[in-house]
């Protein structure tokens, strides 16, 4: 008969495993082949100063005025999209300048919410957060963006 030494233990079994991701995170977008895939229409509104306020898409149609249509990719980084702003918005295009971006998109109820995603400098690549893409802040295909120019 062996001595207890020479038992090995083994673990108990408990409950199982959760699989996939922890509930709270979200799966990595995959890589977007640019080539193959079909952009979406991103709807940009500059605003100086500040994020525009969720009432003024209270109304279809009533959108403010200073919007600028963009053909982009979930894989678009702030970084890019930035560089596109600076080609259509002044203020933009300041050395010091920095961009504030933000979603805009209806909660459960229909109401808008503006929800600040991240932000960039104009001329200072690798600072803030150039490297985020519109999938990796959770972007949905038909939210607005906005753009705030500080």
Same mark, same amino acid.
């Given at each position: 008969?062996?001595?207890?030494?020479d038992?090995?233990?083994?673990p108990r079994?408990?409950?199982?495993?959760h699989?996939?991701?922890?509930?709270?995170?979200?799966?990595?977008?995959?890589?977007? /082949?640019?080539?193959?895939?079909c952009?979406?229409?991103?709807r940009?509104? %500059?605003?100086?100063? @500040? $994020?525009?306020?969720?009432?003024?898409?209270?109304?279809?149609?009533?959108?403010?005025?200073?919007?600028?249509?963009?053909?982009?990719w979930?894989?678009?980084t702030?970084?890019?999209?930035?560089d596109?702003?600076?080609?259509v918005?002044?203020p933009?295009?300041?050395r010091?300048?920095?961009?504030?971006?933000a979603?805009?998109?209806? /909660?459960k109820n229909?109401?808008?919410?503006?929800?600040?995603?991240g932000? %960039?400098?104009?001329? @200072? $690549?690798?600072r803030?957060d150039?490297?985020?893409s519109?999938?990796d802040?959770?972007?949905?295909i038909g939210?607005?963006?906005s753009?705030s120019?500080?």
């Open positions: 008969m062996a001595g207890m030494g038992m090995q233990m083994r079994p408990g409950p199982p495993m699989r996939g991701p922890p509930p709270m995170a979200r799966p990595r977008p995959q890589p977007i /082949d640019r080539e193959k895939t952009p979406l229409l991103l940009v509104f %500059t605003k100086v100063g @500040g $994020h525009h306020l969720n009432e003024e898409f209270s109304e279809r149609g009533k959108e403010p005025k200073d919007e600028v249509q963009i053909y982009t979930k894989d678009a702030l970084r890019e999209l930035t596109l702003v600076k080609e918005a002044l933009a295009r300041k010091n300048a920095r961009l504030s971006f979603f805009i998109y209806p /909660d229909g109401r808008f919410v503006v929800k600040q995603v932000s %960039t400098f104009s001329y @200072g $690549h690798g803030g150039d490297a985020k519109l999938g802040l959770g972007f949905q939210d607005y963006l753009v120019i500080m």
